[in-house]
């Protein structure tokens, strides 16, 4: 599941916004073992919110996998190397991991309860 | 998908839609926390059919805010990719899927060549996939969601 960290083919943020679900595509990094989120649209407002980002990727049953971490969101100035000096803002959080859930049906195995 | 949705779509929904296998479905829970998790559905009229049980997380919270937040697209292209957002009022219902979205769900998920392949694939696990199933808290049934705004999302 690392690649999903590091690399995942999609990535979606969801945060309550007048008691319903908001849910924006974002673009995610691990760095130093930090989990670092990047919102288009310069959504400062998210600094301090709870969050449940779910990466994921796969099309048929055993090859869907994805990783949903819960957690809180801290803003943090952009990467050195964050690139899109121009157009549309961008906001840079760091993730406070909360319950993180994995799943990859392709190993699906019997469990092993010793 | 998508026999086609029965209410207009923006510019370039439909392919949002041919190429999108999960939709991102967004709720909030009794304790307004935010949730979402990748589901199959189907779009069926002018109701989304997710395949979802009315005991899993995304049920338990239609329960106290039966509304729902969709994401369709953005599987392959990156953050670049086209996706579509819906939002609108979702039930659960125990039971079987309506013939029409069950076929669908069928025909496009499992019976498909590459779903077919997919589990030729995994042959040995099947047995443990209906296992899963079974052991589940979902329940038997679905979630409908009535689209009430549809938008695509800038890249």
């Known amino acids: 599941m690392a690649d999903l960290a590091d690399d995942a083919p999609r990535a979606h943020l969801a945060f309550v916004e007048g008691n319903r679900a908001e849910v924006v595509p974002v673009v995610t990094r691990r760095v130093a073992g930090q989990q670092l989120v990047a919102v288009p649209g310069g959504a400062r407002r ?3 919110r709870e969050v449940h980002l779910v990466r ?27 690139g899109r000096g121009g157009g549309e803002p961008i906001a840079w959080f760091h993730l406070e991991p909360g319950r993180t859930v994995a799943w990859d049906y392709g190993q699906l195995r019997e469990a092993d309860d010793e | 998908m998508s026999s086609g ?12 839609l041919r190429r999108s296998w999960t939709v991102l479905v967004g709720t909030v829970s009794a304790r307004s926390r935010p949730f979402l998790t990748p589901i199959y559905y189907v779009w069926c009229g002018d109701e989304v059919f ?39 009022p979702a039930r659960r219902v125990d039971g079987w ?42 329940g038997m049934g679905y979630i409908v969601v009535r689209p009430a705004t549809v938008e695509m999302l800038d890249a």
Do not use: C, K
Not at chain 1, 56 to 82: C, H, K, N, T
Not at chain 2, 5 to 12: D, Q, V
Not at chain 2, 72 to 86: I, K, L, Q, T
């Open chain 1, 46 to 48: 998210l600094d301090g």
């Open chain 1, 56 to 82: 994921d990727d796969g099309q048929y049953w055993f090859e869907l996998r994805a990783l949903a971490v819960r957690g809180v969101l801290r803003a943090i100035p952009a990467p050195d190397d964050s």
């Open chain 2, 5 to 16: 949705p029965g209410i207009p779509l923006p510019r370039g929904g439909r392919r949002v």
């Open chain 2, 50 to 88: 997710i395949t979802t049980g009315p005991g899993s997380w995304t049920g338990r919270n239609l329960t106290t805010n039966p509304h729902a937040t969709l994401v369709f697209g953005g599987e392959r292209g990156g953050p670049a990719a086209p996706r579509m957002r819906v939002t609108g």
């Open chain 2, 97 to 138: 899927m309506a013939p029409r979205a069950l076929v669908r769900v069928a025909l496009r998920y499992y019976l498909a060549p590459r779903a077919l392949l997919d589990q030729l694939r995994h042959l040995r696990q099947i047995p443990l996939r209906q296992r899963y199933y079974a052991a589940s808290r979902d």
